[in-house]
């Protein structure tokens, strides 16, 4: 499966009446149409108001093509949530693999997360909060989120500091979710980058103690 | 407030075990199934009561669902209370409850899900309303003990990193390893009153009395 950023899922249009496009491309735009329509719609109304009928009228599709695509609401909707998700993870993981002191990379990839989240309100909510509605699969698809952003934080550690916790970076991740959360549930989504400084230091502390993360927490606020 | 007189007892003793089945009910329900997907059909079914008994205690599912919540957070200050004792000074006093809570939730996932998770979807603000009770009584520990006040990290944060912690390992299915995350919970609940090396002092004491995280041990 191709990954598409939120914005792709968005822009992807067919010309409208004939086009003479081959059937496979058309299904992709109807899949990704459907995908784009479910994360608006649910981030608006509310996963438990959302019908089938209303992602049908948001991505101009039939009834019938939905559900040659997808079982239910459900199953498009965590179809969506997981190329949500993978986008997250590559943009943040593209931040952490840039050549660079430890310090500078983490802090870049705690602002493309930031970043990420804000740039699309909708895709936000739809990813940490209705997620929760779905069922109890939901946790099992957040603790492989969470699991993967550790693994992720771990393997970029070699040239980090060795930390005084065995889970320094369950502790950072833990940080980032805990605060985007709270940010995303009051509808704040948009100020997200701004809280970069602050968090940069509660990210830091449990590696470089509070002296160090309060210098680095200077200088991501310097930019 | 019971007179010797009146056959009230007996009567407040049903009343209350009614209640604590419901109680009960509505925690399993949620861990099964969520709180979303939870009906009043499965609370009065799992609480072996009729539909007019519950909305003689309780207005809704919501109502019902904030007294769990009050009930189960009781139980979590109890389990506090008892872990430390009025002399520790006031990291040892907030690792040893920190320990005591912690000991609770792994015996309790169920409980440990709800706390963790369904109160913070349901609504954030029953999440404040135990923030507002947690973090004053463990800042009250410090200005007991005359400590100045010094800016390290932000409680409201911990607290939440606290909660997103557990409920991942509630996620995970490993209640029975939620002893082992005691050095981060011990860290996150020190850090912000006593600073970075105090909570790592602290973390590496809650260390040595965790149990083996290893999933063999007592059948």
């Known amino acids: 499966m191709s990954s598409s950023s939120p914005e792709d899922l968005r822009k992807w249009r067919l010309p409208r009446g004939r086009h003479g496009l081959p059937r496979e491309l058309v299904t992709r735009s109807q899949r990704e149409r459907l995908l784009a329509a479910v994360v608006r719609v649910t981030a608006a109304k509310g996963y438990e108001a959302t019908t089938v009928a209303d992602i049908l009228e948001e991505a101009g599709v039939g009834r019938e093509s939905f559900y040659e695509l997808f079982d239910d609401k459900r199953d498009c909707m965590l179809a969506a949530h997981a190329i949500l998700v993978e986008n997250l993870e590559g943009k943040v993981r593209a931040a952490y693999a840039e050549p660079g002191p430890w310090v500078d990379r983490i802090r870049d990839a705690l602002g493309a997360a930031l970043d990420w989240f804000a740039a699309d309100p909708a895709a936000a909510r739809f990813t940490l909060v209705e997620l929760a509605a779905v069922g109890p699969v939901s946790r099992a698809r957040f603790q492989a989120a969470f699991g993967s952003f550790v693994e992720l934080l771990d393997e970029g550690l070699d040239d980090g500091p060795g930390p005084e916790l065995p889970r320094a970076t369950t502790l950072a991740v833990s940080a980032t979710l805990a605060r985007v959360y709270e940010e995303v549930v009051l509808g704040r989504s948009a100020d997200l980058p701004s809280l970069l400084p602050d968090l940069t230091y509660e990210l830091l502390v449990p590696f470089l103690g509070e002296e160090a993360a309060r210098t680095e927490q200077r200088r991501a606020a310097a930019g | 407030m019971s007179s010797v007189l009146a056959p009230s007892t007996p009567i407040d003793i049903g009343e209350q075990s009614q209640r604590r089945r419901i109680i009960e009910a509505m925690i399993e329900s949620c861990a099964e199934k969520t709180y979303a997907a939870t009906t009043i059909t499965d609370i009065v079914g799992g609480a072996r009561i009729s539909r007019t008994t519950f909305y003689k205690r309780f207005a809704d599912k919501r109502d019902c669902f904030d007294a769990t919540v009050d009930s189960c957070l009781l139980e979590l200050q109890e389990a506090a209370a008892t872990a430390h004792s009025p002399g520790d000074p006031p990291p040892d006093a907030v690792r040893k409850a920190t320990v005591g809570m912690l000991e609770l939730l792994a015996s309790k996932p169920a409980m440990a899900q709800l706390l963790s998770g369904e109160a913070v979807s349901v609504d954030p603000a029953v999440v404040e309303r135990y923030r507002r009770l947690l973090i004053p009584a463990l800042e009250g520990l410090w200005d007991a003990a005359g400590e100045p006040k010094t800016s390290h990290v932000d409680p409201g944060l911990s607290f939440a990193r606290a909660q997103l912690l557990i409920f991942n390992e509630i996620a995970a299915g490993r209640s029975d390893a939620l002893l082992a995350l005691l ?30 995280a290893s999933p063999s041990g007592v059948e």
Do not use: M
Not at chain 2, 192 to 210: K, N, V, W
């Open chain 2, 183 to 212: 050095p981060e919970i011990v860290y996150l609940a020190v850090a912000p009153f006593a600073g970075h090396d105090e909570a790592i002092q602290q973390a590496r004491l809650a260390e040595q009395s965790a149990p083996d």
